[in-house]
């Protein structure tokens, strides 16, 4: 017998044939600028109740600023063209709105869709139908729908995408089914005070207790020029023959002719049924969009370049240690031909590699700093490791959002325990003596860096009033969490730490240290030597970090959380 569980709080939403299913929207993002902006920061329509899904510190962080859309579909009811509901002031275009909405557009922004928590792709077809005049660089699958098309592509003006067609993917549910995937009670939609439609259905439903699950989300624009709409903002071909690929379709054009004209924002919805795509399964199909796991032959190619890296420097540092070796042989074998009085001398005679040995454990001369880098380092180490083993067990699901970002500040906040008691243990163990500001030194050195960069990067996104700013309150408690448990968790890690007594080195130290000859290997005594320790583990890593990026600058899912794991173990 197997069971089976799903994560709390990723609950199925199950509607009704007819239901209102409502279009949410996160911001306008583009892949070639990195600010993104509120959506509605564009001129475009406003509901009448606008409403902000309530973010939690993962989303905030990630970016995710889910509002409220006058955008609505009924479940299983297909409708060509529908006029959106705006006001008189949104609709109507002004200078000022003009020139905006051109920046965004050339700037390739990008409105992003949620639709049941599902974010709506476009479906792999090229801009502008693929009527381009010239050949521009795009993607496959992209997050969201084109604000417009460039003058890139048209060679000409730019135009505005007004209408959007979604195509919609639902799984019909019923009997053992429904049974097994909600409890007793939830098998109703979530409608709030939403009114079945009273169009043609696309599906009948013989069965009170069938239920509809959403269960993937594309969509489509298109530039329509409608017009202009009669006294009651009507627009007379947006009916249900009307098809947006039709050639006799005008696109709508961006110049200030527009300015005082009243755009007509329409959309469109084709309900498609998926047998096969069960609700938990959904995410499946958005996992594969991703640039990540478009080829496995990739991934396996960073995994070959990072272990023929690790063989490389193995071998290497076994040629020095087997040419070490051969030397000190050879002259063994040397001492047995000679005298012993000549063999005695020639025993406390030292050379190579064995000159150190009594220095190697010497007390750095900036223990403290020392201490520091390495407990810091301890604590990133541990994680990224735990990071890596929660997410391929698969407890970071996509479709918690910010769930990965919460789970790394929180680990991050939980491991400072581990930089408090590695910091004291090893300063103790190279000769230092008890004190507490080596711990506060610990608990302030990392999160001061990585909120100092934060804090310029969300004053800069502040400036530039973008959507991806975090609030004050959001600082205030990040803030907080590093003054009232990051530090506290230091210092109650090195208080176990002081407890264990430190260990024996493995060789004992000279007492008068063995100076170096700076003349003979100059370039050892350069700081610039630190900066090139860096370069083998990134090269060892640059695929996948590349992935990564590419993934959070278009808005996609990264999950080969193996790919990386193993990459991550090589390193």
């Avoid at 008068?512 to 060892?540: C, E, H, M, Y």
Wanted: charge should be neutral; proline fraction near 5%; glycine fraction near 8%.
């Amino acid at each position: 017998m197997v069971s089976a569980f799903y994560i709390p709080g990723i609950n199925p939403i199950a509607y009704s044939e007819g239901d209102v299913v409502n279009i949410n929207v996160n911001g306008l993002h583009s892949v070639t600028n990195i600010i993104p902006y509120d959506y509605y920061d564009g001129p475009f329509c406003i509901p009448v109740v606008l409403r902000s899904r309530h973010e939690s510190i993962g989303e905030m962080l990630s970016g995710d600023n889910i509002k409220s859309s006058p955008y609505f579909v009924n479940m299983a009811v297909d409708n060509q063209c529908q006029l959106l509901n705006c006001h008189t002031e949104d609709a109507v275009m002004t200078s000022p709105k003009l020139k905006k909405l051109e920046a965004l557009i050339e700037k390739q922004y990008r409105a992003y869709m949620v639709i049941d928590n599902l974010p709506a792709f476009n479906n792999g077809t090229l801009p502008y139908q693929g009527r381009c005049q010239k050949p521009i660089n795009t993607y496959s699958y992209l997050r969201g729908f084109a604000l417009g098309v460039t003058k890139e592509c048209t060679g000409g003006p730019t135009l505005i995408n007004n209408h959007l067609h979604f195509t919609i993917q639902y799984h019909r549910i019923a009997g053992n089914e429904a049974s097994m995937l909600f409890e007793d009670g939830a098998m109703d939609g979530v409608v709030e005070g939403q009114k079945r439609s009273s169009k043609k259905k696309k599906v009948s439903a013989t069965d009170e207790d069938e239920k509809f699950l959403v269960v993937g989300v594309t969509v489509e624009p298109f530039s329509v020029d409608w017009g202009t709409p009669d006294s009651d903002g009507q627009v007379k071909d947006c009916n249900e023959d009307f098809n947006p690929r039709a050639s006799s379709v005008k696109p709508l054009v961006l110049n200030e002719k527009s300015t005082g004209s009243r755009i007509s924002w329409t959309y469109g919805v084709t309900w498609q049924e998926e047998p096969n795509i069960r609700w938990a399964h959904r995410w499946d199909s958005y996992l594969h969009t991703s640039v990540a796991d478009s080829n496995d032959r990739i991934h396996w190619l960073s995994i070959v370049n990072t272990l023929l890296i690790v063989l490389c420097l193995a071998s290497m540092v076994a040629l020095v240690i087997l040419r070490a070796l051969k030397k000190d042989l050879a002259r063994y074998n040397a001492i047995l031909d000679i005298t012993k009085e000549d063999q005695a001398e020639a025993h406390n005679e030292e050379s190579g590699w064995k000159v150190i040995h009594g220095d190697v454990f010497r007390t750095p001369k900036h223990l403290g700093l020392y201490t520091v880098l390495m407990a810091s380092g301890a604590q990133i180490a541990v994680l990224v490791s735990a990071t890596l083993g929660i997410a391929c067990l698969g407890f970071i699901s996509p479709a918690n959002r910010g769930g990965l970002m919460s789970v790394l500040l929180i680990l991050f906040v939980t491991q400072s325990f581990v930089a408090g008691y590695f910091a004291a243990r090893m300063y103790l163990k190279l000769g230092g003596e008890k004190t507490w500001l080596l711990i506060f030194e610990v608990g302030l050195f990392l999160p001061s860096i990585v909120m100092f960069v934060f804090t310029v990067c969300n004053a800069t996104l502040r400036s530039a009033r973008s959507s991806g700013a975090v609030p004050f309150q959001t600082l205030l408690g990040l803030f907080s969490m590093w003054l009232f448990v990051c530090l506290p968790l230091a210092l109650i890690g090195a208080s176990f730490g002081w407890a264990v007594a430190p260990g024996a080195h493995a060789r004992k130290v000279n007492v008068i240290p063995r100076p170096i000859d700076p003349t003979k290997q100059p370039f050892i005594q350069s700081n610039w030597i630190i900066l090139l320790t860096g370069l083998v583990p990134f090269a060892s890593l640059f695929l996948e970090l590349k992935f990564i990026f590419a993934s959070l600058w278009q808005g996609m899912v990264y999950y080969v959380f193996g790919f990386l794991a193993v990459v991550f173990a090589l390193w």
